[in-house]
């Protein structure tokens, strides 16, 4: 869960005006970095697409994945229809 309001509060700065443009030009350099694209969709906002690939987008990625899994419940199903 922390992962996820991380990926969140990123993307919802990402448009925003701060008042510290170091770091935003900081995390823009992170972003193209990693070999993001942030894109606006009308219907579900802006969203990170895995533009190109790069050696630190594949380790921020592999990183990311692996702590959902690692941290994600196991003896949970993920199949609510068959529950009713």
Known sequence: MP???????IGAAW???????????WIRR???AA????????????CFILHRI???GTYVNSV???????????DVNPFIYFKF
């Open 3 to 9: 992962l996820v309001l991380i990926g969140h509060a």
């Open 15 to 25: 448009g925003r005006p701060t008042p510290f443009p170091g770091l935003q030009r």
């Open 35 to 46: 070999g993001w694209t942030r894109t606006d969709n009308p219907v579900s906002g802006p």
């Open 54 to 56: 790069t050696a630190v």
């Open 64 to 74: 990311w994945l692996l702590a959902i899994f690692y941290f994600s419940a196991t």
């Open 30 to 32: 992170c972003v193209e």
